[in-house]
Protein backbone atom coordinates (compact mmCIF):
# COMPACT_ATOMS: atom_id res chain seq x y z
CA UNK A 1 0.00 0.00 0.00
CA UNK A 2 1.14 3.42 -0.84
CA UNK A 3 2.72 5.52 1.58
CA UNK A 4 1.41 8.88 2.35
CA UNK A 5 3.77 11.43 2.14
CA UNK A 6 2.76 13.37 5.68
CA UNK A 7 5.54 15.55 5.34
CA UNK A 8 4.91 16.77 2.21
CA UNK A 9 2.86 19.56 3.36
CA UNK A 10 5.45 20.50 5.65
CA UNK A 11 8.19 22.29 4.23
CA UNK A 12 9.94 23.37 7.17
CA UNK A 13 11.29 19.96 6.60
CA UNK A 14 12.88 20.40 3.08
CA UNK A 15 16.23 20.82 3.67
CA UNK A 16 16.54 18.30 6.57
CA UNK A 17 15.09 15.54 4.63
CA UNK A 18 17.28 16.19 1.74
CA UNK A 19 20.61 15.70 3.79
CA UNK A 20 19.36 12.21 4.89
CA UNK A 21 18.79 10.94 1.49
CA UNK A 22 21.32 8.56 0.32
CA UNK A 23 23.93 9.66 -2.30
CA UNK A 24 23.60 7.01 -4.71
CA UNK A 25 19.69 7.35 -4.82
CA UNK A 26 18.64 3.96 -3.46
CA UNK A 27 16.28 4.35 -0.76
CA UNK A 28 14.22 7.24 -2.48
CA UNK A 29 10.65 7.25 -2.61
CA UNK A 30 8.59 7.16 -5.64
CA UNK A 31 6.03 9.75 -5.94
CA UNK A 32 2.38 9.82 -7.23
CA UNK A 33 1.21 13.79 -8.31
CA UNK A 34 -1.54 15.75 -9.32
CA UNK A 35 -2.59 16.48 -12.60
CA UNK A 36 -4.16 19.54 -13.93
CA UNK A 37 -1.67 22.39 -13.76
CA UNK A 38 1.11 23.17 -16.37
CA UNK A 39 4.25 24.20 -13.99
CA UNK A 40 3.71 22.50 -10.54
CA UNK A 41 2.76 19.18 -9.75
CA UNK A 42 1.40 18.40 -6.41
CA UNK A 43 2.32 15.83 -4.45
CA UNK A 44 -0.50 12.86 -2.99
CA UNK A 45 1.51 10.50 -1.91
CA UNK A 46 5.09 8.31 -1.90
CA UNK A 47 5.54 4.60 -2.78
CA UNK A 48 8.63 2.70 -1.46
CA UNK A 49 7.81 -0.45 -2.92
CA UNK A 50 8.10 1.34 -6.60
CA UNK A 51 10.90 0.30 -9.17
CA UNK A 52 13.64 2.16 -8.17
CA UNK A 53 15.95 0.94 -11.54
CA UNK A 54 16.34 4.91 -12.39
CA UNK A 55 17.85 5.62 -9.45
CA UNK A 56 20.88 3.67 -9.99
CA UNK A 57 21.69 6.23 -12.43
CA UNK A 58 22.37 8.41 -9.90
CA UNK A 59 25.73 7.68 -8.56
CA UNK A 60 27.68 7.91 -12.56
CA UNK A 61 25.59 11.23 -13.17
CA UNK A 62 27.18 13.09 -10.08
CA UNK A 63 30.45 11.63 -11.55
CA UNK A 64 30.21 13.31 -14.90
CA UNK A 65 29.20 17.31 -13.18
CA UNK A 66 32.17 16.64 -10.69
CA UNK A 67 34.08 16.26 -13.99
CA UNK A 68 32.58 19.76 -15.45
CA UNK A 69 33.44 21.43 -12.54
CA UNK A 70 36.83 19.84 -11.99
CA UNK A 71 37.57 21.18 -15.71
CA UNK A 72 36.57 24.57 -15.26
CA UNK A 73 38.33 24.88 -11.84
CA UNK A 74 41.18 23.90 -14.11
CA UNK A 75 40.64 26.31 -16.76
CA UNK A 76 40.38 29.42 -14.03
CA UNK A 77 36.46 29.98 -15.08
CA UNK A 78 35.26 29.35 -11.90
CA UNK A 79 36.73 29.81 -8.60
CA UNK A 80 33.81 28.25 -6.72
CA UNK A 81 30.80 26.41 -8.20
CA UNK A 82 27.68 24.59 -6.06
CA UNK A 83 25.41 22.46 -7.92
CA UNK A 84 22.53 20.77 -6.70
CA UNK A 85 19.82 18.59 -9.05
CA UNK A 86 16.71 16.99 -8.35
CA UNK A 87 14.27 14.58 -10.50
CA UNK A 88 11.30 16.15 -9.19
CA UNK A 89 8.47 13.44 -9.85
CA UNK A 90 10.78 10.72 -7.93
CA UNK A 91 13.07 12.62 -5.87
CA UNK A 92 16.56 11.37 -7.06
CA UNK A 93 19.01 14.11 -6.46
CA UNK A 94 22.65 14.84 -5.69
CA UNK A 95 24.30 17.98 -4.84
CA UNK A 96 28.15 19.39 -4.72
CA UNK A 97 29.94 21.95 -2.78
CA UNK A 98 26.71 22.25 -0.92
CA UNK A 99 28.30 23.94 2.09
CA UNK A 100 29.82 26.60 0.16
CA UNK A 101 28.15 29.89 0.92
CA UNK A 102 27.34 32.93 -1.82
CA UNK A 103 25.66 36.21 -2.11
CA UNK A 104 21.89 35.51 -2.27
CA UNK A 105 21.85 38.82 -4.59
CA UNK A 106 18.74 39.18 -6.88
CA UNK A 107 17.98 35.20 -5.59
CA UNK A 108 16.22 37.00 -2.95
CA UNK A 109 13.33 38.41 -5.08
CA UNK A 110 11.68 34.48 -5.56
CA UNK A 111 11.15 34.73 -1.54
CA UNK A 112 9.45 37.91 -2.01
CA UNK A 113 7.52 37.41 -4.63
CA UNK A 114 6.38 34.38 -2.12
CA UNK A 115 5.44 36.87 0.34
CA UNK A 116 3.84 39.20 -2.08
CA UNK A 117 1.71 36.20 -3.10
CA UNK A 118 0.80 34.77 -0.07
CA UNK A 119 -0.80 37.92 1.10
CA UNK A 120 -2.24 38.77 -2.28
CA UNK A 121 -4.47 35.07 -1.32
CA UNK A 122 -6.33 36.40 1.60
CA UNK A 123 -5.83 40.52 0.43
CA UNK A 124 -7.55 40.21 -3.33
CA UNK A 125 -6.49 43.75 -4.42
CA UNK A 126 -3.02 43.90 -3.35
CA UNK A 127 -1.71 43.72 -6.85
CA UNK A 128 -3.59 46.11 -8.20
CA UNK A 129 -3.01 48.54 -5.43
CA UNK A 130 -0.74 51.62 -7.54
CA UNK A 131 2.85 52.76 -6.07
CA UNK A 132 4.75 55.72 -7.39
CA UNK A 133 7.99 54.77 -8.71
CA UNK A 134 10.03 57.51 -6.42
CA UNK A 135 13.12 55.84 -5.31
CA UNK A 136 15.90 58.14 -4.25
CA UNK A 137 18.03 55.90 -6.12
CA UNK A 138 18.51 54.36 -9.33
CA UNK A 139 19.24 50.53 -8.05
CA UNK A 140 19.33 48.96 -11.39
CA UNK A 141 22.47 51.32 -12.19
CA UNK A 142 25.26 48.49 -11.18
CA UNK A 143 24.04 45.88 -12.41
CA UNK A 144 25.86 43.89 -15.24
CA UNK A 145 22.07 42.30 -16.77
CA UNK A 146 20.22 45.76 -16.46
CA UNK A 147 16.46 45.40 -16.88
CA UNK A 148 15.18 45.44 -20.57
CA UNK A 149 12.81 48.46 -19.73
CA UNK A 150 13.75 50.26 -16.64
CA UNK A 151 11.07 51.91 -14.79
CA UNK A 152 9.54 55.94 -15.65
CA UNK A 153 10.50 57.67 -12.49
CA UNK A 154 7.18 59.28 -11.17
CA UNK A 155 4.95 56.62 -12.66
CA UNK A 156 2.37 54.72 -10.89
CA UNK A 157 2.68 50.79 -11.12
CA UNK A 158 -0.08 48.23 -10.32
CA UNK A 159 1.83 45.82 -7.95
CA UNK A 160 1.26 43.02 -10.01
CA UNK A 161 3.43 45.02 -12.94
CA UNK A 162 6.20 45.34 -10.37
CA UNK A 163 6.24 41.82 -9.41
CA UNK A 164 6.50 40.57 -12.72
CA UNK A 165 8.92 43.14 -13.68
CA UNK A 166 10.94 42.08 -10.84
CA UNK A 167 10.85 38.47 -11.70
CA UNK A 168 10.72 38.52 -15.58
CA UNK A 169 14.11 41.37 -15.78
CA UNK A 170 15.31 41.45 -12.54
CA UNK A 171 14.10 44.60 -11.76
CA UNK A 172 15.93 45.91 -8.84
CA UNK A 173 14.29 48.82 -8.73
CA UNK A 174 10.82 46.95 -8.51
CA UNK A 175 12.36 44.82 -5.77
CA UNK A 176 13.03 48.65 -4.14
CA UNK A 177 9.10 49.38 -4.68
CA UNK A 178 7.74 46.42 -3.51
CA UNK A 179 10.08 46.53 -0.41
CA UNK A 180 7.83 48.79 0.88
CA UNK A 181 4.73 46.92 -0.02
CA UNK A 182 5.56 43.62 1.24
CA UNK A 183 4.74 42.32 5.44
CA UNK A 184 7.80 41.80 6.95
CA UNK A 185 6.09 39.68 9.05
CA UNK A 186 4.86 37.58 5.50
CA UNK A 187 8.84 37.74 3.85
CA UNK A 188 10.44 36.46 7.63
CA UNK A 189 7.83 33.52 7.41
CA UNK A 190 8.53 32.77 3.87
CA UNK A 191 12.35 32.57 5.03
CA UNK A 192 11.73 30.79 8.32
CA UNK A 193 9.51 28.03 6.19
CA UNK A 194 13.46 26.87 4.87
CA UNK A 195 14.79 27.99 8.96
CA UNK A 196 16.49 31.13 7.07
CA UNK A 197 16.84 34.48 8.18
CA UNK A 198 15.36 37.47 6.31
CA UNK A 199 18.97 38.64 4.21
CA UNK A 200 20.11 42.02 4.88
CA UNK A 201 21.41 44.05 2.46
CA UNK A 202 23.44 41.05 0.92
CA UNK A 203 25.59 41.10 4.09
CA UNK A 204 28.28 38.50 4.22
CA UNK A 205 26.69 36.48 6.98
CA UNK A 206 23.60 36.41 5.33
CA UNK A 207 24.88 34.36 2.31
CA UNK A 208 23.33 30.81 2.03
CA UNK A 209 24.25 27.54 -0.15
CA UNK A 210 22.82 26.06 -3.08
CA UNK A 211 21.35 23.38 -1.47
CA UNK A 212 18.57 25.84 0.80
CA UNK A 213 17.98 28.18 -1.88
CA UNK A 214 16.94 25.14 -4.17
CA UNK A 215 14.11 24.63 -1.79
CA UNK A 216 12.00 27.71 -2.65
CA UNK A 217 11.72 26.20 -5.86
CA UNK A 218 10.60 22.98 -4.60
CA UNK A 219 8.01 24.83 -2.27
CA UNK A 220 6.21 26.26 -5.49
CA UNK A 221 6.35 23.15 -7.41
CA UNK A 222 4.86 21.03 -4.64
CA UNK A 223 2.16 23.90 -3.90
CA UNK A 224 2.96 23.57 -0.27
CA UNK A 225 2.47 27.13 0.62
CA UNK A 226 0.75 29.33 -2.03
CA UNK A 227 -2.50 27.77 -3.36
CA UNK A 228 -1.83 25.58 -6.34
CA UNK A 229 -3.46 28.20 -8.85
CA UNK A 230 -1.06 30.53 -6.80
CA UNK A 231 2.36 28.58 -7.05
CA UNK A 232 1.59 27.57 -10.62
CA UNK A 233 1.34 31.68 -11.51
CA UNK A 234 4.49 32.20 -9.80
CA UNK A 235 6.13 29.17 -11.43
CA UNK A 236 4.65 30.85 -14.70
CA UNK A 237 5.96 34.14 -13.94
CA UNK A 238 9.73 32.72 -13.41
CA UNK A 239 9.64 30.95 -17.06
CA UNK A 240 9.68 34.22 -18.72
CA UNK A 241 12.75 35.42 -17.16
CA UNK A 242 14.34 37.19 -19.69
CA UNK A 243 18.02 35.79 -18.35
CA UNK A 244 19.08 33.09 -21.33
CA UNK A 245 22.69 32.91 -20.90
CA UNK A 246 22.60 30.14 -17.59
CA UNK A 247 20.65 27.24 -17.70
CA UNK A 248 18.37 27.64 -20.74
CA UNK A 249 21.55 28.49 -22.38
CA UNK A 250 22.24 24.45 -21.86
CA UNK A 251 19.16 23.42 -23.03
CA UNK A 252 17.47 22.66 -26.37
CA UNK A 253 14.80 26.14 -27.58
CA UNK A 254 11.43 25.37 -26.81
CA UNK A 255 12.53 23.63 -23.16
CA UNK A 256 10.55 25.59 -20.69
CA UNK A 257 12.89 26.76 -18.06
CA UNK A 258 11.12 28.40 -14.87
CA UNK A 259 14.30 30.26 -13.26
CA UNK A 260 15.82 33.18 -11.52
CA UNK A 261 19.68 34.41 -11.93
CA UNK A 262 21.17 36.29 -9.20
CA UNK A 263 24.68 38.23 -10.07
CA UNK A 264 26.87 40.63 -7.84
CA UNK A 265 30.17 42.21 -7.24
CA UNK A 266 32.70 42.62 -4.46
CA UNK A 267 33.99 46.19 -4.64
CA UNK A 268 36.71 45.12 -2.51
CA UNK A 269 38.18 42.41 -4.31
CA UNK A 270 36.66 42.57 -7.41
CA UNK A 271 35.09 38.68 -7.50
CA UNK A 272 32.13 38.06 -9.33
CA UNK A 273 29.20 36.06 -8.39
CA UNK A 274 26.53 34.36 -10.48
CA UNK A 275 23.68 32.06 -9.83
CA UNK A 276 21.31 30.21 -11.87
CA UNK A 277 18.20 28.38 -10.54
CA UNK A 278 14.52 26.73 -11.57
CA UNK A 279 12.88 24.32 -13.11
CA UNK A 280 13.87 22.67 -16.68
CA UNK A 281 10.41 21.35 -17.45
CA UNK A 282 11.93 18.11 -19.35
CA UNK A 283 8.94 15.56 -20.61
CA UNK A 284 7.51 13.86 -18.22
CA UNK A 285 10.53 14.46 -16.26
CA UNK A 286 10.92 17.52 -15.05
CA UNK A 287 14.36 18.53 -12.60
CA UNK A 288 15.77 21.66 -10.50
CA UNK A 289 18.96 22.41 -11.54
CA UNK A 290 20.24 25.30 -9.19
CA UNK A 291 24.35 26.56 -10.27
CA UNK A 292 26.19 28.95 -8.04
CA UNK A 293 29.26 30.12 -9.19
CA UNK A 294 32.16 32.89 -8.15
CA UNK A 295 35.15 34.10 -10.31
CA UNK A 296 36.89 36.75 -11.70
CA UNK A 297 33.98 38.16 -15.03
CA UNK A 298 30.87 36.99 -15.64
CA UNK A 299 30.79 35.71 -19.02
CA UNK A 300 33.16 32.30 -17.99
CA UNK A 301 30.53 32.14 -15.09
CA UNK A 302 27.77 32.25 -17.09
CA UNK A 303 29.18 29.80 -19.63
CA UNK A 304 29.85 27.47 -16.86
CA UNK A 305 26.21 27.52 -15.36
CA UNK A 306 25.26 26.58 -19.00
CA UNK A 307 28.07 23.60 -19.19
CA UNK A 308 26.86 22.31 -16.41
CA UNK A 309 23.15 22.41 -17.71
CA UNK A 310 24.08 21.18 -20.78
CA UNK A 311 25.95 17.78 -19.25
CA UNK A 312 22.68 17.76 -16.73
CA UNK A 313 19.82 17.92 -20.15
CA UNK A 314 22.32 15.19 -21.87
CA UNK A 315 22.47 12.71 -19.07
CA UNK A 316 18.83 12.94 -18.46
CA UNK A 317 17.94 12.64 -22.09
CA UNK A 318 20.10 9.31 -22.55
CA UNK A 319 18.62 7.51 -19.19
CA UNK A 320 16.44 4.04 -20.06
CA UNK A 321 13.36 6.08 -18.08
CA UNK A 322 11.23 2.55 -17.41
CA UNK A 323 8.28 4.87 -19.08
CA UNK A 324 9.63 6.68 -21.71
Known amino acids: ?32 REDGFRFVSPLLECDSGRDLLRNRELSPFKQKVEAVVADLSRRGDAERVAVYFRELNDGIWFSLNEGMAFSPASMRKVPM ?59 NNAFMLLSRVVDPGELGKVYGLLSMRTPRSGREEDAFSVLTYAAFFRVLYNGTYLTKETSDLALEQLAQAEFRAGIVAGVPDGVIVAHKFGERSDDASGAKQLHDCGIVYYPRHPYLLCVMTRGARFEPLASAIASISKVVYEEIQSQRWPDG
Open 1 to 32: MPVLCVLAGVVIGVVGRDRLSPADGRGALSEV
Open 113 to 171: MIAILKEAERTPDLLSRGIVANLKQDHDAGQNIKPSQPLEPGRTYPVGELLTRMIVQSD
